[in-house]
């Protein structure tokens, strides 16, 4: 059965940067691809960005593209999430997924595998 956990998250003035990492365990998840995805209070789970295994294809939302970037370490079966620029409405828990499979999908249903999320809080 694999694990998911989540890491990095904090409060963080707008403007400025955070690094999420996602941890893998109990099994090797590098021929999954793998998602962040994010939920601010009262509101649905939303996609964020997206790396296939090999990290040669991602997908970012529109809110996001240009200042996040999610990369992928096999080796060390870990997700990374570089935020910059943030802004008070990135504000929310962010949640690492898995899915088996070489396609990106934007649709949180689609995926298997999902951490326990961490808060990030950016203010104004």
């Known amino acids: 059965q694999g694990q998911l956990v989540e890491s990095g998250g904090g409060l963080v003035q707008a403007g400025g940067s955070l690094r999420l990492s996602c941890a893998a365990s109990g099994r090797t998840f590098s021929s999954y691809q793998m998602g962040w995805f994010r939920q601010a209070p009262g509101k649905e789970r939303d996609f964020v960005a997206a790396?296939?295994?090999?990290?040669?294809?991602?997908d970012y939302a529109d809110s996001v593209k240009g200042r996040f970037t999610i990369s992928r370490d096999n080796a060390k079966n870990t997700v990374y999430l570089q935020m910059n620029s943030l802004k008070p409405e990135d504000t929310a828990v962010y949640y690492c997924?898995?899915?088996?499979?070489?396609?990106?999908?934007?649709?949180?249903?689609?995926?298997?595998?999902w951490g326990q999320g961490t808060q990030v809080t950016v203010s104004s």
């Open positions: 997924a898995a899915r088996h499979g070489t396609s990106i999908y934007r649709q949180k249903y689609n995926y298997n595998y």
């Open positions: 790396i296939v295994w090999s990290g040669g294809s991602t």
